[in-house]
T-cell receptor
Framework: EAGVVQSPRYKIIEKKQPVAFWCNPISGHNTLYWYLQNLGQGPELLIRYENEEAVDDSQLPKDRFSAERLKGVDSTLKIQPAELGDSAVYLC??????????????FGEGSRLTVL | AQSVSQHNHHVILSEAASLELGCNYSYGGTVNLFWYVQYPGQHLQLLLKYFSGDPLVKGIKGFEAEFIKSKFSFNLRKPSVQWSDTAEYFCAVNTGGFKTIFGAGTRLFVKA
C-alpha cells in the first residue's frame, strides 16, 4: 500500500514569493490534514479536510495561507506571500473514517520550506 | 489549554541501556494516547497506541508504554535500546473529535 506522498521535499524561496505544497493521501482515506512543524516543536494542525470540505481551518492564517482539496483526494497548500517566519516543515497526514477521530494518523515525509 | 509535555528534548544512551521517555498531558476527559517515531530521513510513523483496556501497551520493536490515569502520564519504555532506535519520538494525545495534540518531541541518540 502506498503511503502519503508529498512534494516537494525541499523548497527554498525568497520572502514575498509564493510557494505551494502538494499531498496525495493513502487511497481510501477521506480525512486529510496539513500540519506545521517548527524546529524543535511537535506538529500543529493547520487545516483538516473531510473529503473536499475543510471542516477545521481555525489555525490556518488565512491572510496568506490557502488550501484546497477539490476532488476529495489530493490537496494543495499555498502560501502567498511567504515570510521569513514561514520556514518550517509542512506535514500532510491522512486517516480513514474508522480511525480518523481516534488520532491514528499516517504522515507523509513532509515539505521543508526555507524562506530567505 | 490542553497541552502535552515531553520531559526531555535530547537523550543520549549507549546500546543496551534502558530507555524511558516521559510524557504528561493536561486534559481531564477521555483520551487516546500515541507515541509516534521519526527515524532519520523518514516520515512520522505510529509506534504504539492506547485507546482503552490494559494500561500497559506494547508496540513495534520492543517498545512499550504505560498509561497512568492519575498522573496524566503515558511514558515510553524499552529495556535495551539499539543503535537503530536513534530517532525523534513524539507523544500525542487525542481528546476526541479529531483533535490531536503533539508534544515537542524527544531526540534520542544511541551510541554504538
Amino acid at each position: 500500500e502506498a503511503g502519503v506522498v508529498q512534494s516537494p521535499r525541499y523548497k527554498i524561496i525568497e520572502k514575498k514569493q509564493p510557494v505551494a505544497f502538494w499531498c496525495n493521501p493513502i487511497s481510501g482515506h477521506n480525512t486529510l490534514y496539513w500540519y506545521l512543524q517548527n524546529l524543535g516543536q511537535g506538529p500543529e494542525l493547520l487545516i483538516r479536510y473531510e473529503n473536499e470540505e475543510a471542516v477545521d481551518d481555525s489555525q490556518l492564517p488565512k491572510d496568506r495561507f490557502s488550501a484546497e482539496r477539490l476532488k476529495g483526494v489530493d490537496s494543495t497548500l499555498k502560501i502567498q506571500p511567504a515570510e521569513l517566519g514561514d520556514s518550517a516543515v509542512y506535514l500532510c497526514a491522512s486517516s480513514s473514517s474508522v480511525w480518523g477521530g481516534t488520532g491514528e494518523l499516517f504522515f507523509g515525509e513532509g515539505s521543508r520550506l526555507t524562506v530567505l | 489549554a490542553q497541552s502535552v509535555s515531553q520531559h526531555n528534548h535530547h537523550v543520549i544512551l549507549s546500546e543496551a541501556a534502558s530507555l524511558e521517555l516521559g510524557c504528561n498531558y493536561s486534559y481531564g476527559g477521555t483520551v487516546n494516547l500515541f507515541w509516534y517515531v521519526q527515524y532519520p530521513g523518514q516520515h512520522l510513523q505510529l509506534l504504539l497506541k492506547y485507546f482503552s483496556g490494559d494500561p500497559l501497551v506494547k508496540g513495534i520493536k520492543g517498545f512499550e508504554a504505560e498509561f497512568i490515569k492519575s498522573k496524566f502520564s503515558f511514558n515510553l519504555r524499552k529495556p535495551s535500546v539499539q543503535w537503530s532506535d536513534t530517532a525523534e519520538y513524539f507523544c500525542a494525545v487525542n481528546t476526541g473529535g479529531f483533535k490531536t495534540i503533539f508534544g515537542a518531541g524527544t531526540r534520542l541518540f544511541v551510541k554504538a
